[in-house]
């Protein structure tokens, strides 16, 4: 029980701290309405299209907005060595990690949200599986903050790690089946898109918006998971060796 407290304590923390500040509430708004407004002006504002650019806008506002933010919070407050404070805590490292990334889960879920309010007043959405959808966007988020932690715990500085984000973020814009299928790309790119957690996000956003997923759901959702285990797997073996001595 106490360990769940200090799990919310900390959860609530940098809600206060980092998420809930107004620069990064407008941020997180602005970036995704920017995303949706630039993408609809190009399709010509025929709402026919607009299904068509939704699953990957929604992706594109969880990608960045987790990435961005996680990777400033985690290294910023290794660097203010609050962090090390943090590992004194009697709770398990796993649980921890789990609190310090579920703010930016939270963000993530909220930003993907935007373009979804933006579209219900242009056409309509009637014919979207909200079942399949939700949990999808719940799982992209995991997988992009652990992949944003991943990043954070692998350097030192935050310029760093928001450079070291843009080496993955950029490709998986044309490498993911975001805006194109994977079918169109090289041939010899595309076991690249198929190493990416994103592809199978935008798979299954593809498949709830407008029924066009390339692969089964199960299967989308089984790898969104193993990425989501992985990537944490991954950043609590970072943080032992090189945070933790």
Known sequence: MKAWIAFWNILV????SYYLKPPNISWGLLFPLAWTGMFFIRSGSEPDSIPTLLAGLMAISVLFGTTSLLAVTVTFEKKGRSFERL???????????LAKTAGAILFGVANAFVPVLLAAFLTDLSGVNWMMLVPAVALIAVSSTFLGLCIAVSVSEVFEAQTFS???RFPMLFLCGLFFPVEQLPIWLRPVSYLLP???????LHAAIRGAGRMPPAL???LLALFCVLLFAISLRNIRRKWIV
């Open 87 to 97: 590992l004194l805590a009697p709770i398990p490292l796993e649980l921890l990690m």
């Open 13 to 16: 923390k940098d809600m206060r």
């Open 198 to 204: 994103l592809t199978y996000g935008a798979d299954v």
């Open 220 to 222: 989308d959702f089984g």
């Open 166 to 168: 843009n080496f993955f």
